[in-house]
């Protein structure tokens, strides 16, 4: 949408007055010359949750941005000339857009307010006021006038239909406040009715009407959006109006871009999963569990389970990844009587879901483990050094598995590898570092993606040749078939000693909460655990954050606990979220290459490499060789290509975005906008 503030009002003799009390020479001298708007947006930070949020999305989505700390004594001092200047004789915006902690930071009346303002109306420049209170000088009445101040949880809010035909159309429509626990007030704000140049795009009932809670204040020659409650960058009503905030201070068109990731990665499929006894509180068979000896279990798919999870798929139009070990379901079929009704759904259904390698037959991959202490070690040769398993068998796990898949005609990326317990990279404490002889068998196959755990390693980093992606593990445990059983190992891990729990949660304090009382082992899952899990993920989902989750093949089996918190997830998902923005469901090398080039955008950006900037209808953006850039602009934009043009990007929530690069022969991504 063309804001009626666009760079055509420079001329407008009514801006006199306002220009000249601050000195603004590049638009007085200038006022023929289409000025220069550059991608990039101040923001003013007075240390508030509000301006942090908007930060990280900034930040996360790659849109460059100058930070101010509003209580520093070094502060640099807003006015014209911090503002704007001239370039190659053309004036020049320095920042897009501005994002205040209120309408007023540098106080009403100051000098710096005053060259802000005549900034903004001089070059149609966008204001947000991150969270402020509602008062007629932001184009609100006071709330004792029909509105509403005080805590929001749990509030139905929604878009208005100026919102959708506005910044928020890629939303579903509505917008509730989180309300997480009844004991702890987790949002505050106020709702007022609009005065006239106030467009309201979010508002909830107050009474028998209703009230804006964020809104468009148009006046003076200048627009704010209007935010009047307080939030931080992880609650979900921020998270889905985050997008919006920027695509509007933007006026849609700047670096960066965001999606809404989620895969789902099912480990150890074909091998069985060892299962956790409620007796023992531990799982015999897998590391120690005193007393487990002769009554260890497993879990395992069988054929009716892999016929429904294909019909899931396809009933909730979502791709499993399915992360396997062939020879460790040869093993399985060969101690079964030579049949496996499971492999033979599977491998039917192959062309149903994507495959990745996750190693032949599941070793640890690593240092040769002594897995009779607790925690296990790592076992040192006569000289004192570490023990490790060899390239050569590495190679092999990683070659035969691959060998196997092909056999059955399943197709794999040969490029994408996730080992067992993400074993060979280095694993805290036992194992300070990587195999190395990791990288080399890497090579040796052409793995040029290897998951890590997120938990363990949330930044990707290099392995010989090839780079890591990280996972998010889902507390969907491994090592459980049964919602009892799920709700016995919870009660265990996240209780007190004296509720019968393992008291781990009264140890680390700062990192797990016990709960209040044991969870129903019937109900707990279904009832506690479910809706807590989907509410981690969703937020993943919402963050920008390609990384996959992991889950095991033991979760789709029995009472496939998997699928209620997957079922969640989608649900709710494709009920905040119009069709328009639908969610992203990639693979592992798609989100090893996304995380490669934000990395290298990133360093681009903070060493200041990056020149991007519109002029009238023409954006230009300037970045070093081999680094391509995020670029975010209207539906209709055309890149220029050396002879003609090209549709620029692809659809997504509203717009059009893509990594872009210039063309052969072309030191610049040169785009026309609408």
């Known amino acids: 949408m063309v804001h009626k503030n666009r760079m055509n009002r420079l001329a407008a003799v009514c801006l006199a007055a306002a220009i000249a009390s601050v000195a603004v020479p590049a638009v007085t001298a200038h006022a023929a010359v289409t000025p220069r708007i550059d991608l990039r947006v101040l923001v003013v930070d007075d240390g508030g949750s509000s301006v942090e949020a908007i930060t990280a999305e900034l930040r996360d989505t790659g849109v460059p941005y100058t930070r101010i700390d509003l209580g520093s004594g070094s502060r640099p001092v807003v006015n014209a000339a911090f503002l704007a200047d001239t370039v190659d004789g053309r004036p020049r ?29 001089a070059y149609g420049i966008r204001q947000v006021d991150a969270y402020t209170w509602a008062h007629p000088g932001v184009g609100l009445e006071y709330t004792d006038n029909g509105g509403y101040s005080g805590t929001l949880d749990g509030t ?15 939303l579903g429509g509505q917008v509730e406040f989180e309300d997480n626990s009844p004991l702890i007030p987790e949002s505050y704000g106020f709702m007022a009715k609009p005065r006239p140049g106030y467009t309201s795009y979010l508002d909830a009932p107050v009474g028998s009407g209703r009230a804006s809670l964020v809104g468009e204040y148009t006046h003076d020659g200048r627009s704010e959006l209007v935010v009047t409650f307080g939030y931080n960058q992880h609650q979900r009503q921020f998270r889905l109006l985050a997008r919006g905030i920027v695509e509007w201070v933007t006026q849609g068109v700047h670096l960066g871009q965001e999606r809404n990731y989620f895969a789902v ?44 999870a294909a019909q899931w798929q396809t009933s909730k139009n979502f791709k499993l990844d399915m992360l396997f070990n062939g020879g460790a379901g040869e093993e399985w079929k060969a101690e079964h009587g030579g049949v496996d009704a499971l492999t033979a759904q599977l491998v039917a259904d192959r062309a149903k879901y994507r495959w990745m390698n996750h190693t032949f037959t599941h070793p640890f991959l690593g240092c040769v483990q002594d897995t009779t202490t607790v925690p296990w070690t790592c076992t040192k040769n006569a000289q004192g050094a570490v023990n490790w398993m060899s390239r050569a068998e590495i190679s092999a796990q990683i070659r035969d598995n691959n060998n196997w898949a092909a056999s059955k005609g399943i197709a794999t990326d040969r490029t994408e590898l996730v080992t067992g317990e993400h074993s060979g990279l280095k694993t805290n404490p036992q194992q300070a570092q990587d195999n190395p002889n990791l990288a080399g068998a890497l090579a040796d196959n052409g793995v040029k993606w290897a998951g890590s755990d997120n938990s363990r ?25 049964t919602n009892a059983e799920m709700a016995d190992e919870y009660n265990w ?8 729990g393992s008291g781990i949660c009264e140890d680390n304090p700062g990192t797990s909460t016990c709960l209040p009382d044991p969870l129903d082992a019937q109900t707990g899952y279904l009832d506690y655990i ?14 920008n954050d390609p990384r996959p989750h992991y889950v095991h ?28 923005a639908p969610i992203v469901n990639q693979s592992m090398k798609d989100t090893g290459v996304e ?29 070093p060789s081999g680094v391509v850039a995020p670029v975010t602009a209207p539906t209709g934009t055309r890149k220029q290509l050396l002879l003609g043009t090209a549709e620029f990007g692809t659809a997504y929530a509203g717009t059009r975005s893509t990594w872009t690069a210039p063309e052969l022969l072309q030191s610049a991504v040169t785009l026309n906008l609408p």
């Not at 000896?293 to 892999?306: C, F, K, L, N, V």
């Not at 949330?458 to 090839?466: E, I, N, W």
């Not at 891990?493 to 019968?500: L, M, N, P, W």
Request: hydrophobic share 40%; charged share 20%; aromatic share 8%.
């Open 93 to 121: 915006a320095k920042f897009q857009g501005v994002v205040l902690p209120n309408e007023s930071p540098f106080g009403e009346g100051s000098a710096e307010m005053a060259a802000l303002t005549a900034y903004e109306t």
């Open 156 to 170: 139905p809010a929604a878009v208005t239909a100026a919102g959708k035909a506005g910044p928020f159309g890629y």
């Open 265 to 308: 990665h099912v480990d150890d499929v074909f091998a069985p999963d060892a299962r956790w006894n409620k007796d023992l509180n531990c799982t015999p068979g897998d590391y120690a569990c005193p007393g487990g000896e002769g009554q260890e279990s497993t879990i395992r798919m069988t054929a009716a389970d892999a016929v429904y």
């Open 457 to 481: 390693e949330p930044d990707q980093r290099a392995v010989g040749a090839a780079l890591t992606v990280p996972r998010h593990p889902m507390n969907v445990y491994y090592n459980t078939g």
């Open 493 to 500: 891990i996240y209780t007190s000693r004296a509720d019968g």
């Open 530 to 543: 479910v809706p807590a899990e989907a509410r981690t993920a969703l937020r993943h989902v919402l963050n």
């Open 553 to 580: 093949q033991s979760n789709l089996a029995e009472d496939r606990t998997l699928y209620p918190v997957l079922n969640q997830v989608l649900d709710t998902y494709r009920t905040l979220y119009a069709p328009s």
């Open 595 to 623: 995380l490669q080039r934000r990395a290298a955008w990133n360093a681009a950006v903070a060493a200041n490499q990056v020149t991007a900037y519109r002029i009238g209808k023409v954006v230009t953006v300037k970045a």
